[in-house]
């Protein structure tokens, strides 16, 4: 310990020692030896347990779903991976999501560390008809950034209201 040889007249003192490269996920046992002249005293064995690893989150983009004329739920899954998580979409209707794109923040955002292939959504209103918009689910954690697959929906085209009373046979 670091505090190793305590003084003559220490009743009681508190030690310490720094230990690195322990694996993740792992429990280790110590235990605190004293010896003086007048013998060796054991400690207590206890036991601390290293947090697991943290590695960058893994996404999945969905198929979109509640597809209108000008609204759609953007879907998708994304893990944690140890490490609290912002989740967004960037949305477009380019096909490589190069420009014209728009990011917004999943409604499950942010995720707990331990979000194990969670559900994430985003709702958009005022998409134009018959047209072919492209996203893909974006995680972010301390260990990194992961871009999910690019995905596609089409609107619905707008439906055509005939007046019968217009129609000649």
Do not use: C, W
């Not at 505090?3 to 220490?10: I, R």
């Not at 999910?148 to 005939?162: E, N, P, Q, Y």
Request: cysteine-free.
């Amino acid at each position: 310990a670091a505090e190793s040889p305590l003084a003559l007249n220490a009743s009681s003192a508190s030690v310490t020692y720094s230990l690195s490269g322990l694996a993740a996920s792992t429990t280790y046992y110590y235990r605190v030896i004293a010896t003086n002249s007048a013998g060796t005293t054991n400690g207590l064995i206890v036991s601390f347990t290293t947090s697991a690893a943290v590695s960058a989150p893994t996404v999945t983009s969905g198929a979109a779903s509640g597809v209108t004329v000008s609204a759609a739920t953007l879907n998708g899954t994304v893990s944690a991976n140890n490490a609290a998580t912002t989740v967004t979409f960037k949305y477009g209707t380019v096909a490589d999501l190069s420009s014209g794109t728009t990011t917004v923040t999943a409604a499950e955002s942010p995720l707990a560390l331990n979000a194990s292939s969670a559900s994430v959504t985003y709702s958009l209103s005022g998409l134009a008809a018959s047209t072919t918009y492209y996203y893909r689910v974006i995680a972010t954690n301390s260990a990194g950034t992961t871009n999910g697959l690019i995905v596609s929906f089409t609107t619905d085209r707008k439906s055509t209201r005939l007046n019968s009373s217009h129609i000649t046979i």
